[in-house]
């Protein structure tokens, strides 16, 4: 296959974002389609360092994950066999063993996820990679699931955290707010309208309130729940305890 110089000059810039996304993990797999394709153009070099020098993708909160397990987990997941995964959890500081079936791999917020089937819980779990202590590829094949169910799961609450026990929450942004909030696309099921004021009312499904708690307090007090009222108690604690810790450090 040939490509035009606008197409190299495209898919160089592509490999170069992916090599910025996680730094020395992709380049085995890269570098000789890197390579052949900066061959084809008549000034490779300087093309590659104008690449470098212009396009940039400015990391925050990235946490990093081992090339040996990324390259374990990908290597699984496309030759379909289960993985065994020891797994250091954030929440409780336990660590477990599972025997999971790998289905998708999602860069999400700077951050790594595989989404499995979880032998365990005979369910679909999500494991942050950055959390993982070990990795090993087994010999029996996974298991696949439905990829419209799959999607339908994954998809159906706002953030990284799937749930089948959907609700809605009902936020509205201050006027001086309005207007980002109603740039961003929250959820592909999200239900919005401006009202007469400029205030922006949103309407959001969620399995689990943690991630939309924290981008509900990034607005501060150019934010607030409306309903259910369990989030909109859980966002006033939050705030509480952080007025609190601003008191008592005075």
């Known amino acids: 296959v040939w490509f035009n110089a606008s197409e190299i000059h495209a898919l ?6 992916l090599e910025n996304i996680e730094p020395g993990i992709l380049q085995p797999h890269f570098g000789a389609f890197r390579e052949r394709l900066a061959a084809v153009l008549e000034q490779p070099e300087s093309t590659m360092r104008e690449i470098e020098r ?3 993708i400015q990391h925050r ?7 040996r397990h990324f390259n374990t987990i990908v290597e699984a997941l496309l030759r379909r066999q ?5 797994h250091d959890s954030r929440f409780n500081h336990q660590i477990s063993e599972r025997t999971v079936s790998p289905q998708r791999l999602i860069h999400y917020r700077e951050v790594w ?3 499995v089937w979880c032998h365990l819980r005979e369910a679909v779990r999500t ?3 950055d959390n993982l202590v070990t990795a090993e590829i087994l010999i029996e094949p996974a298991i696949e699931i439905d990829a419209t169910e799959l999607n339908d799961l994954l998809e159906s609450g706002y953030g990284i955290w799937s749930g089948k026990e959907v609700r809605w929450a009902t936020l509205r942004f201050h006027p001086s707010s309005a207007r980002w909030a109603a740039s961003e696309t929250w959820h592909r099921d999200q239900r ?14 969620y399995a689990q309130d943690d991630e939309l708690i924290m981008d509900v307090l990034k607005y501060g007090g150019g934010c607030t729940v409306l309903a259910p009222e369990e989030l909109r108690a859980k966002v006033m604690l939050r705030l509480d305890e952080a007025r609190r810790n601003y008191l008592q450090q005075r």
Do not use: C, N, Q
């Not at 909160?61 to 090339?67: I, Q």
């Open 12 to 17: 160089l810039t592509i490999e170069h974002l």
């Open 54 to 56: 212009r396009v940039f």
């Open 61 to 67: 909160f990235k946490r990093p994950v081992s090339p």
């Open 82 to 86: 289960r993985l065994r995964l020891t």
């Open 113 to 115: 996820y595989l989404v």
């Open 127 to 129: 494991f942050a990679l």
């Open 192 to 205: 919005a309208h401006f009202d007469a004021d400029g205030s922006y009312l949103l309407e959001i499904p």
